[in-house]
């Protein structure tokens, strides 16, 4: 008999009863969208949990990025990281935008601050960090830099919900900040995402810029989009949000796990732990090095074939994508931490089903 597959990740579903009464509530109002009652209690709860003082929800990630920086009226060029998932680079594309790569640090697998610094022109109008796997960016160094060359941040989030640092939520920093909430995250609406920002008339116009311009009923003010966030999905973020604790504490276990398991293989490093005081356990990536005795590809697919399947995430770089590839910073001669790292990682399973006896066969596969 075939081994059950163990996959990269299971997305959280609380009991289908527990989902009803919330549907039962959309029902009796007959609102579905066009942010309605739960979409406001949403907005207010996730201020709440996360500690920030104005977000404002969104269909997916990938649109609040978009909307983030025509909201900043962005253009020119941005620095970027090579090193996330491509929606990061594609955000800057719709916009008419050109994205100029900055290598990361290798040790956090974020911007590193003094190549970005190297990579500003008269052209540039922003810079968009990722906090890769939850890990906080360097954000004092890059504030430092935006102050000094008048640029904008907009933080690509999308993997930081509920993280925080010495001084709080890590949403705080920069002028906006993106999550996702996708199936695949630590906190999902089965679709969904958001921008935090600082005031209520930054978050008065990307309220516009989210549906469709419009200020009033006869009153359109910019080409926006529509990128709401619909009722069932912002009732299911409401049900996840009286899980999240739980949700986070798991993953917080089979980290533990991971890093005791795995400690002292030849080869195999864990992505060490930034200075936050919160983190989310969103990812578990393992680093592949030449002293391992297995090369990271044929590791990832001896897991393959027990039926672990993990996940090359980041890999390729967003800068070896076609429409990339052609630009001068998306060359690996500028980009050798971030080609080193997309060579090097593999994610593994990490969820809240995930048993204790399914991590325990992830390590006994990596460690023999
Ligand atoms: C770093 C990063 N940015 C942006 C996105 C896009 O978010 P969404 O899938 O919600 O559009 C994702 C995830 O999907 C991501 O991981």
Request: aromatic share 8%; glycine share 6%; proline share 5%.
């Amino acid at each position: 008999m075939s081994a059950k597959p163990i996959f990269v990740t299971q997305p959280f579903l609380p009991e289908l009863e527990e989902f009803l009464p919330y549907l039962e509530r959309i029902w009796k109002s007959k609102v579905l969208t066009n942010c309605g009652p739960m979409h406001k209690e949403l907005e207010e709860k996730l201020c709440e949990y996360l500690g920030v003082e104005y977000i404002s929800l969104f269909a997916n990630g990938t649109l609040a990025l978009v909307t983030a920086l025509q909201s900043l009226r962005i253009t020119g060029e941005v620095i970027t990281t090579p090193y996330s998932f491509v929606a990061t680079a594609h955000s800057l594309l719709w916009n008419g935008i050109k994205p100029v790569f900055a290598d990361i640090n290798s040790e956090t697998l974020n911007l590193d601050p003094e190549r970005i610094e190297a990579a500003i022109t008269p052209h540039t109008t922003a810079i968009m960090p990722v906090h890769c796997y939850g890990n906080s960016c360097n954000v004092e160094e890059i504030q430092r830099i935006a102050d000094n060359y008048n640029l904008r941040v907009i933080y690509d989030a999308a993997h930081a919900f509920g993280v925080r640092d010495l001084g709080g939520s890590v949403l705080r920093h920069g002028d906006l900040s993106v999550l996702s909430f996708h199936a695949t995250k630590v906190f999902n609406t089965f679709e969904g995402g958001a921008i935090v920002c600082p005031d209520a008339k930054t978050k008065q116009r990307i309220d516009h810029l989210k549906n469709f311009g419009f200020v009033n009923e006869t009153t359109v003010v910019a080409p926006g989009i529509n990128g709401k966030m619909s009722e069932v999905n912002a009732a299911f973020g409401l049900l996840q949000l009286e899980h999240i604790d739980e949700v986070i504490l798991r993953r917080k276990n089979i980290d533990a796990l991971y890093r005791k398991g795995l400690a002292g293989v030849k080869g195999v490093q864990c992505l060490s732990i930034g200075n936050q005081v919160q983190i989310n356990y969103s990812y578990f990536p393992i680093l592949v090095d030449e002293t391992c005795s297995l090369s990271r590809d044929d590791l990832y697919k001896k897991l393959k074939d027990n039926e672990i399947h993990g996940r090359r995430y980041f890999y390729p770089l967003i800068s070896d994508f076609p429409m990339y590839r052609g630009l001068k910073s998306a060359q690996s001669g500028n980009l050798p931490n971030a080609t080193i790292a997309a060579q090097q990682v593999i994610c593994l399973p990490i969820y809240p089903s995930l048993t204790d006896e399914d991590v325990a066969r992830v390590i006994n596969c990596i460690r023999n």
